[in-house]
């Protein structure tokens, strides 16, 4: 049913949902405009079928109770709709607007929320508010299309960006000149076509001349998104407003040759990453050789002179992204990862692509390592940001080792080593982050290369042994599990600590080995100990990011069950809520293997990550696992006990168990139990032990 007004121009379309009349002739009273057409429907269905008919509806107000699809389901499937996923949806309902009903249209994709009975004025303004930016926005459609199609169809390459310099939108012409498409070069500034063909100060000096006459022309020498190196005739002029103040600038580029030679094309190859377009490790070297020489020469002559600083960058993880998503998504993150570093330093200086996920960047005329920091810190920030690929959602980090000239050294091998070093240990530190180079590092290097060694030795030599930590039911205070925890007696460097040694396995990749070892001897002892007549006792055993993420984990699973004979349901295997929340089809499908075999899944440290928990509604989590640092404070600590009581409240509404890990004294195992914790582990009751004390403790809780 369709309900027109008098008014003329652009229609602002209203589909009102509703399964009662009254209230559809109310809200239609109460938007009885001129420039309002009302469309009613009586259910989801209906609404949706007018939807595929009509496509130019403006604003849907739609009732949450309907007959059939409600109006939630509605909503979810109007977004799906192709043409359909902007149209402002306001859900209206007389249940009354509760946080919960708020937060699930929020998610399904409600801009705004009315309840019934309807207050005429808060109705009449919300609707008003959407109908001015939809007329707003349709004025600005038409005046687009007639200034674009002079724009598009020029001969002459154009693009247009703002005072800042970024690129704002490219003609057909810019496209097809340059080979870059406008979706990768807006955002982007002109140093994107820099083909250092000129001197650093050359572009320096272009910009502060068009500053000062407002248009600047000339050949310049640009680099193609195939790599090739072409010259053209480039103008630059500023655009101004009523006040003479510069909005924009205009860019026009016209072709000077039509062809390059043989020669450009081999210095390209031989001196940029074909990938990403950035310098690669040769140009990097030969840049920094010239700087120094510069450099030096100006200390020779005039004393102290500004310094400069080397970058060593390393993404965090990338590897899962290859293994989980393939090199294609690989690549095209990479490439979105060089063009926003790009972005974070100057046109004097340099960023560089040395191989895989590794980055480099030259920053000169800096006064204080603090200038540094702030390019770090921009840096970080730039990567963090999600990158997104067709159906893909991508986040990385960055780790950055940081060298600085002359204070650290004065030799490029020198500089590239230390900053390398400096890099690394932000790795060994947790990754993402910054660090500057300091002497006590070298010997943190020597010291991880050591380690490398003696692991590769460790894994021939049989020198690992499994510790176990019991979990103990709260309610019993019988142990019903145990945490398998890696302990390493080493011949060269005696008793190593988890913490030194774990992240270099993790870096140089023997993680995998390492924990199939684990994986493997965890369950055939616990199997043992079944057989020795003990009850039944869950083993948990860690997995790092790169263990879940290999492709082999399941098929390992299956082998080291079939091996020891241990009953799936007494495996246990443990995550963060780092790697579960890495979503992909990849990690999907592992959890359901997981799933699928009987396995338990737990999550490790739960509280300290992420704070969206939607993947335990996602994936079939069985327990998590409360962080010692909430459970340091208890009983005590206000803060604390108000955190991991909702914990315990939330596992337990979706059907999860609750286990607290570092409980060391009575009164804290007290207020878990008291509180609903269903198992505890920590000091309080035991603490990591060889196998041969573990069977020990077991016998004195169960006899034999």
Not at 157 to 171: K, M, P, W
Request: overall charge negative.
């Amino acid at each position: 049913m369709v309900r027109r007004g008098a008014g003329m121009g652009d229609p602002v379309r209203l589909l009102i949902v509703d399964d009662e009349e009254r209230n559809r002739d109310l809200l239609c009273d109460l938007l009885d405009r001129p420039e309002y057409e009302h469309l009613m429907a009586e259910s989801g269905e209906d609404a949706l079928a007018l939807l595929e008919r009509q496509s130019d509806v403006a604003i849907v107000l739609l009732d949450l109770n309907l007959p059939g699809i409600d109006g939630f389901e509605t909503l979810r499937r109007l977004r799906r709709m192709e043409g359909c996923s902007d149209i402002p949806v306001l859900l209206f309902t007389g249940a009354g607007l509760t946080s919960s009903l708020v937060a699930e249209g929020l998610r399904a994709g409600a801009v705004d929320f009315f309840g019934k009975p309807f207050n005429p004025e808060w109705v009449e303004a919300k609707v008003a508010s959407f109908a001015r930016l939809y007329l707003s926005r349709k004025r600005l459609e038409r005046e687009l299309r007639l200034s674009a199609g002079v724009f598009e169809y020029a001969r002459d390459g154009l693009l247009i960006t703002d005072t800042e310099r970024r690129i704002l939108t490219v003609n057909k012409a810019f496209e097809k000149m340059t080979g870059y498409p406008r979706s990768e070069v807006v955002g982007q500034t002109l140093r994107m076509l820099q083909s250092n063909a000129h001197p650093p100060d050359f572009y320096d000096h272009m910009w502060r001349l068009v500053e000062r006459d407002g248009v600047w022309e000339g050949e310049v020498n640009h680099r193609l998104r195939s790599g090739t190196v072409m010259p053209q005739w480039l103008t630059i002029r500023a655009v101004t407003n009523e006040q003479e103040e510069v909005v924009n600038f205009i860019v026009s580029l016209t072709e000077v040759g039509s062809h390059i030679t043989d020669r450009q094309q081999l210095y390209f190859l031989a001196h940029y990453d074909s990938l990403t377009g950035l310098p690669n490790r040769k140009l990097f070297v030969e840049m920094l050789e010239q700087m120094l020489k510069h450099a030096g020469r100006r200390r020779r002559e005039d004393g102290p002179n500004p310094m400069l600083a080397v970058m060593f960058l390393d993404l965090d993880h990338f590897k899962n992204v290859n293994d989980t998503l393939g090199h294609e998504v690989g690549d095209e993150l990479l490439k979105e990862i060089a063009r926003r570093l790009k972005g974070c330093v100057r046109g004097t200086d340099m960023v560089g692509r040395i191989g895989g996920d590794e980055f480099v960047a030259l920053i000169s005329n800096i006064n204080t390592p603090e200038d540094v920091a702030g390019i770090a810190t921009k840096m970080q920030k730039a990567v963090e940001e999600p990158v997104c690929y067709r159906q893909h959602e991508m986040r990385v980090s960055v780790s950055i080792g940081i060298c600085i000239f002359p204070d650290d050294g004065d030799a490029v091998a020198e500089l590239m080593r230390r900053a390398d070093v400096a890099m690394y240990q932000v790795k060994a530190s947790g990754r993402n982050g910054y660090q500057f180079y300091t002497e006590r590092m070298q010997a943190q290097a020597i010291r991880h290369m050591e380690l490398e060694k003696g692991l590769r030795r460790a894994l021939e030599n049989d020198e690992f042994t499994i510790y176990y930590q019991p979990f103990i039911d709260a309610r019993s205070g019988k142990p019903v599990g145990m945490e398998s925890l890696l302990r390493w007696d080493s011949p060269e460097f005696g008793r190593v600590s988890p913490g030194e040694f774990i992240p270099v396995a993790e870096d140089c990749g023997l993680i995998i080995e390492i924990g199939a070892w684990v994986l493997r001897h965890a369950c055939l002892q616990t199997r043992a100990l079944r057989e020795e007549g003990f009850p039944p006792l869950t083993v948990a055993v860690n997995l790092s990011s790169r263990q879940f993420h290999d492709t082999s984990l399941l098929d390992l699973v299956d082998g080291v069950l079939a091996e020891s004979g241990l009953d799936p349901a007494n495996l246990e295997l443990e995550l963060t809520e780092g790697v579960i929340m890495q979503e992909s089809e990849a990690t999907a499908s592992t959890l359901q293997g997981i799933y699928d075999r009987g396995i338990q899944l737990s999550v490790d440290d739960f509280g300290t990550g992420y704070s969206s928990m939607s993947y335990l509604l996602r994936f079939n989590v069985d327990k998590l696992k409360v962080d010692q640092s909430f459970v340091r404070d208890l009983p005590g600590g206000e803060e604390s006990r108000v955190v991991v009581q909702a914990m315990i409240g939330l596992a337990h509404n979706l059907s999860l168990k609750v286990i607290a890990e570092g409980v060391e004294e009575k009164a804290q195992a007290d207020w878990l139990a008291e509180h609903g914790c269903d198992e505890i582990q920590g000091y309080y009751f035991a603490r990591p032990m060889p196998l041969e004390e573990f069977r020990e403790f077991l016998r004195e809780h169960y006899g034999g």
